[in-house]
């Protein structure tokens, strides 16, 4: 690399740290009406309960660690952390049903967490805290951070797939496109970069990359970002037709919580249209181009933690406001 270039991207390195350390601040300041340990005089020992469960359940299945990741993210991006993504409908009219969502796995997790606590201690632990918590759990359990999650959330009772279709982003969204995503949910890029770095972990299912292998541009063209043997690789995987096999989105470690998922975007191995848009754009470029030294796990530990967070307080309903409901699944008014 030219020294003028390395010159100018440690500017902009240091203008990421100067950024992250004000948006520590901020993060810190930030009024939020959730606190830590919100249950410790409801509900003590909720978070230990949840542990133990998980780890049973993730000695059983590793992979549904991803799920729950995916979940919270699902869940608080749609009318708020409200477990509105848990509600089933009659009429295939929920949250759970829109497109974007049929993929997503850890409901069952939930609902038996639920149970659980409910026997501890009946109507106190919202469904929302508990996705929360697990996310936390799933993170912590791949040898990723063990963060402090705040808690204090209740439940939303409206879930509508029209929702989920508006406010989750697309798969083959471009840096502007997912940037609007996120700013809708008061996160920044570098919440994006940050956040991105939960495909880390788990899978997708064909169709959402392969528009990149088969017809990107609509005339039966792959898409050119694409590392050459990594292409092949996913074509030889997903015909245009396959609609059920899955492949890694950090394909050296998908179970590891690490920093091999910035290894691929940078590596032109990111899965997703949305993985490689991040080398399209300076800051998160020059964001991945460090999590590229192996040095800097502890900085994407924090900073993942940060960001976690943040999300945690998209759209909360706290107080008075939503319910605890008995079952995740079973809606109540
Ligand atoms: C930046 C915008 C994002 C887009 C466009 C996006 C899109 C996707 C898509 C299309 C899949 C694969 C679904 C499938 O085909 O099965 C996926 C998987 C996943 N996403 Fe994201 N995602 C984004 C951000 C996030 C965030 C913020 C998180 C969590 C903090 C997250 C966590 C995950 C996880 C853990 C998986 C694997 C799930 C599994 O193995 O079941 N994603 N994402
Ligand atoms: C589906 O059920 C929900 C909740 O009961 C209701 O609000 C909605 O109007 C129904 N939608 C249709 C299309 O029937
Ligand atoms: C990003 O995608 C949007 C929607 O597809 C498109 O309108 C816009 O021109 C794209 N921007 C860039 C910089 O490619
Ligand atoms: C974003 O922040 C504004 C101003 O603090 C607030 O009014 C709005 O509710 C927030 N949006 C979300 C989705 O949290
Ligand atoms: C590729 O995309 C174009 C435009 O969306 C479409 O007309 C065409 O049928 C597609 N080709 C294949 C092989 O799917
Ligand atoms: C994918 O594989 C098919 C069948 O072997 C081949 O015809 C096609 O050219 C390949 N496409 C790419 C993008 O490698
Ligand atoms: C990785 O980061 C460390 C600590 O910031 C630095 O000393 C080292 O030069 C970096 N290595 C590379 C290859 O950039
Ligand atoms: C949902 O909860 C709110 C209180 O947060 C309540 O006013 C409303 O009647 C409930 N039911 C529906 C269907 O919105
Ligand atoms: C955004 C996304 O993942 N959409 C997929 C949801 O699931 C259906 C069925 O597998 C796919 O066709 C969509 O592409």
Redesign the pocket.
């Known amino acids: 690399m030219a020294s003028s270039s390395s010159s100018s991207r440690t500017t902009i390195l240091l203008l990421m740290a100067a950024a992250a350390a004000s948006l520590l601040c901020l993060a810190q300041a930030e009024e939020s009406p959730l606190k830590q340990d919100f249950y410790s005089e409801t509900c003590p020992g909720v978070e230990e309960l949840v542990r133990k469960e998980l780890k049973k359940i993730f000695a059983d299945d590793s992979t549904i660690r991803a799920g729950l990741l995916r979940l919270h993210f699902h869940d608080c991006f749609v009318r708020g952390c409200d477990a509105s993504l848990m509600l089933d409908s009659h009429n295939g009219t929920a949250e759970k049903h829109a497109d974007p969502n049929l993929t997503v796995r850890g409901y069952e997790v939930i609902e038996a967490l639920k149970l659980k606590v409910e026997a501890e201690c009946p109507l106190v632990v919202s469904c929302a805290d508990l996705m929360t918590i697990a996310a936390r759990d799933a993170v912590k359990f791949s040898d990723g951070p063990d963060y402090p999650v705040e808690t204090g959330r209740r439940d939303g009772n409206i879930s509508m797939a029209a929702d989920a279709k508006r406010d989750l982003p697309p798969a083959d969204g471009n840096v502007t496109v997912l940037t609007k995503y996120f700013a809708a949910k008061n996160l920044t890029m570098k919440d994006l970069v940050v956040l991105s770095g939960a495909h880390t972990l788990g899978v997708a299912h064909c169709p959402s990359f392969s528009g990149r292998v ?2 990107h ?4 063209d792959a898409d050119p970002a694409l590392d050459a043997g990594y292409l092949a690789k996913l074509n030889a995987t997903c015909g ?1 037709a396959n609609v059920a096999s899955v492949v890694p989105l950090d394909a050296a470690t998908t179970d590891k919580f690490d920093l091999g998922y910035y290894q691929s975007v940078r590596g032109r191995k990111g899965l997703l249209g949305s993985d490689d848009a991040l080398n399209h754009d300076s800051l998160m470029g020059a964001y991945v181009e460090l999590m590229n030294n192996a040095s800097s796990l502890d900085t994407f530990f924090q900073d993942f933690a940060v960001s976690m967070v943040k999300m945690g307080r998209v759209g909360v309903l706290t107080g008075e406001e939503g319910v605890i409901r008995e079952s995740c699944t079973i809606f109540v008014d």
């Open positions: 088969h017809n541009t609509g005339a039966g245009p």
